[in-house]
């Protein structure tokens, strides 16, 4: 298992890493139980869901791209990239997802960090580049979260937590440091998540979990 999501209705959507997709649903007595949920999908191994509502169904996957799956009709659509196509996706390996009423922000391995605007389907591209210390820390994204301030934080493998400036669209990137004992752990962020208190939790490779508050 590599991903979950819930839709408002409690089913549980379950992504696995060579399984495709599991359906849960909720029970009377606070369980779950497994429903027949066959797919054709373009890749079996699930790196994120988002459950839109309870009949539109968002999945990115290891190899083929991002799809979204109308659930009543079973329609599937996927975006992948496409060399020729500057408005196709940046890569194909999808790896988190954010949707939003505008945007739906997408987390790819090797492409960095993509925004698709949803009134035009137009998309938008976030890269590392070496000579701009205000890009993005790696293209190899993993998370993607937006806390209660509405900053935009992206977790990348090698390249830190990232801070997004939507205005001027760039990056501060928050990277380990051996001269500070308050930098983060490890520059891989896994995962990020906010507390209700505020504080911002953020789990790295081999480094634990890392927690900043408002203050810090």
């Known amino acids: 298992v590599v991903s979950l999501a819930q839709a408002p ?10 399984s495709g997709i599991n359906r849960l649903e909720p029970t009377a007595k606070d369980g779950f139980v497994r429903r027949q949920f066959d797919l054709q999908l373009p890749d079996q191994r699930i790196m994120a869901l ?7 169904l968002w999945f990115g996957t290891r190899t083929g791209g ?3 799956l109308q659930l009543t009709s079973m329609d599937k659509v996927c975006l992948v990239h496409d060399d020729a196509d500057v ?16 945007s739906i ?27 701009d210390d ?23 493998e090698g ?8 205005k001027d669209k760039t990056f501060e990137r928050y990277q380990s440091s051996d001269n500070d004992s308050y930098s983060i752990s490890n520059d891989t962020a896994w995962e990020i998540f906010e507390s209700r208190d505020g504080t911002l939790w953020v789990g790295t490779l081999n480094g634990g979990v890392n927690a900043w508050t408002l203050a810090d």
């Open 134 to 156: 205000r890009s993005l820390g790696s293209d190899r994204v993993l998370a993607i979260y937006r806390d209660s301030q509405g900053f935009l934080w992206v977790g990348a």
């Open 159 to 166: 390249g830190g937590l990232n801070l997004f400036r939507e």
């Open 105 to 131: 922000w997408v987390g790819t391995y090797g492409g960095g960090l993509n925004r698709i605007d949803r009134s035009t389907g137009r998309v938008s591209h976030f890269r590392h580049d070496d000579n």
């Open 9 to 18: 209705s409690g089913t549980l959507w379950v992504g696995t890493y060579g």
């Open 66 to 68: 991002l799809c979204h």
């Open 50 to 56: 988002w459950a839109e509502d309870d009949d539109n």
């Open 87 to 102: 408005n196709s996706l940046s890569a194909n390996g999808v790896t988190s997802i954010l949707g939003e009423d505008d």
